[in-house]
């Protein structure tokens, strides 16, 4: 990730000009602000406002009139509690702004979450930077045999260089092209709203997001989850760093019992308390598909 | 109004601790947080917090890197636009959380304003406060005679005397027997989910409610309207006019295309061209029903 | 409940008029289609209009040009996938629409679920009818002594008889007032909008509400829960009874993975291995917290 | 664009197989449904379900018990008025499924419609087919000079030709490489997540899209617009032909009202008024901005 010397100084002047509010206040989080967090080879993630706290939540849960409770060890009961019995009304007291510069595949999968607020970089108006995502050795992989949806192993040798040379080359190749039927130069040069599509989906757009603490967890557990694709859980990752910045009690309940709970079906219920009472329980006995199965003994292994 | 001595604490003790921060900080709302702005008899709107301000808004816009533009006449003249063209997402990028307290009856209006984040205090959880809303005499009006939804003349003399001492000891009544219901001295005491059913719709309840400028305004547009009910048009314009010290810029922008805007239709448009030439339109020759028409009329006399 | 004779004959008349339509049919919904199922004294729900079946879920989910798929068994399978893995849009392609009779205070708890479309009667256009729900004794319960937002024993003998006499004879009088204040009779009358503020929540409203089955499934799985407040709890599994009907193999997983289904943390799952090692664990050397050991024990007794 | 005979064998099935229902049936969608209305040179608009019609946005704000009403012209009036007091939850009683095929830079301005429900085909799971779209001649055109996000002039002569020959060619090696990267012979070829990105943005995907009535008006008001780009005012074309024979009173009301309306801010009134009056306004005595008065003066001309 490259920032120009005008982005850097932006972004430093934002960052010296501490002024007094009266709103709940995350030192957690205002160390990040405005800062780019890097992720993948052109693109970040910046924190450009938030609004509210741990306190905040409970505050909330409370209706209360103060702006927050005498005992942080009260307020973390509680909102475990809440995170617990999936009281999500709280967490929505909660938000938080990011600026993301991004694949455009990647804000594909992103786009899908729609309870946020979002104004992208638009290049109807404007003429998109020539970055394109280039994935690093390590990331390209082969077709899963197992997973339709997944990677396997890392391609090797010959194939690996062919098809980073090609993405380079079509990525080149075709900015080019596009910078060619853009020129006004002796022509008159294609509309923006049309030239834009000949351009690769791994070019790299950007946009404000804004979205709630509840709706930012729900988007977490899904794309920093070790099935989400790679490009977006990296995305999903720096953020994540930063909410345990930001509100560390309500970070600390999302962990357990989301990020690292799991769900058991009444099938799987039973299951358990069978091997719990010493029974062998094989697939057959269990009553479950071969995937379920498979899925189950993941975990209980 | 009246609060508490150790509410009014907790609001004072609030507002006495300015922290610094490094987000966009609005001047107009930092003077309004956590005050109790009265609304009816016992109500109130408090501002909670806030998210962003006009600069906020023009660089959502413009996906841009820094804090805000080099001159307030820009952004006026580009949020007006975006304003004038129905270009939503930048004004979705501010965000504001209220305390209310409201009369179940303006409650249940209110809620149906989806696109909002909202805590409620809980009558199953906690004995609701004996506060009902009593209008005053100015606001006891009679049905009107020429709107189904609407409220005609002022009642006056023995039936409003009569009205008020109804709505008084009916209150009185049943939030005695909602205590009589709950207590636990010598009985059970009825569960509170239960015993909460017997109380009347002017009963005051709570919240904190979070929404975003955009559907705040689209809120304002339809409920600080005439033809709202009073008792949530109170509210409309209590919050309005901290809304226009917090995005000024915006506010304005809403109050001349939306507030004071006006519809018109393919019909409408052609009636007015006609009348522009000099013609003389005429209900039966504008090709209106009767409610368009004096719809019509009522901008047009 | 009680329909008028005018009300049956015009649901009556609906269902003696099938139609052919190139749609995907739901036998198991049709036979409900109209029918008020009764629900609390006064209460009803009526399914008025389904969209898609279980094929319809599938379908979607492969994005197919056909109506479905060649084996049943097939469906099922992908349908207990995408439940599992909580692939929530297909469901999402399924839509319902239900005319329901319910007291206010449950009519405010439901409309918390906001991902839904609700038209509600207006008792500022027209006037609501004398129908108030009065709890059957067996639902007289006493506050929960565990739990503070719950239920415990049921009232007994002169205390159950009180709390039933000042309901039934606070409606009737509120009921009465409400008529009064509105009456034209030698006087203006009260708007309505304003006389409504006197009744008390028990009273009846009448919305129609329509949702994906998603957020259906969403809604039973908070509502039909033995947490849920019994008097919507009722609604709730009413519904969840006709779901079943339309949807079987989507109803077989929900009830399979969310109704049926328990969420372990990341600490209930090391317990649980622990546990299936012969390992003796109390609450103090579990980590968890007396609530959540509590709650954990529930299941794993 | 071209279907299989595979595909044209399922949507005939499904055409030949009408079956009787109780739900409110629309003649004029029946026609439609399946079939595959052509759109741009590969894309298409398949109506795939919808629920309720004319006489259900009626009942449901009536909260009726029957299935409409007695006299159409009745309905027409009331469906008018709440179209004019923008009443929008009748319209939302009424929903809509379609099976679209589109360009991914037109599925990437779609998708920000966020109330509705989508299900796209996976990339990640599925290989893209070799189809993109390519402009005829007549829309090939220049960036506008007075519009920063429209277009201008169309290319002529030598211009189009090379613009087109690039697409064309860039389209095709694109797709060479993607084939080549995923190939599994004599190598392990790349991820069907990691080779889409190469893709260019012409390419066509397909997705199930469900909305209600009420956002779908939204959507085509947007959409249909002379200021929307062409690639996807053609498809909002297609879908309004649709919904005017599903629901041609709704749609007639929202041409009139919306699609053929204006809105006038409050300065715009208080021009028109002095118009009418007689007055000779200006730019300068409007009070207008350059921009305001230029959209003003092409209405009022």
Redesign the interface.
Known sequence: MT?SA??QA??D???A?????????APGM?KH??TAQPVLDHGFVRA?????DDA?IV???R?????GTKHVSNDE?LI??LM?H?HS??F??C?I?L?VKL???V??QW??H??A??????A??SILDREF?I?EPA??????TVN??????V??GA?AAR?LA??KS??A??YD?YE???S?DD????????A???????IYT???W?T?LHNLFHFLR?RADAHA?YEIRVYAEAIAAMVADWVPLAFGAF???R???????????DV??R??KGEEVTRESSGM?I??WR?FKG??K
């Open positions: 920032l005008e982005q932006e972004i002047a934002a960052r000009n501490p002024q007094p509010t009266l709103r709940a206040v205002e602000l405005y450009i406002d938030y609004m509210g905040a505050q909330a849960a209706v209360s009139y103060g702006a009961g475990r509690y617990r999936w009304t709280p929505e007291m938000e702004k600026h694949p455009v595949f804000a594909r786009i899908r729609r309870t607020n979002v104004n992208e970089y638009s109807r108006y995502y994935p990331q390209l992989a082969a077709q899963s339709n949806q997944g990677r396997g192993a391609l090797e194939e098809v090609l993405l079509d990525a190749q075709m092209h060619e039927m853009l006004q022509q008159q040069g294609l509309a923006r709203e049309l834009r599509m000949n351009l690769p989906m791994n950007q946009w404000y804004k709630d899904l694709q962990e357990d019992y990020m690292g709970g799991v769900t058991l079906s009444g099938k799987a219920i358990l308390k091997m719990l598909s995937g379920e899925e975990v209980w």
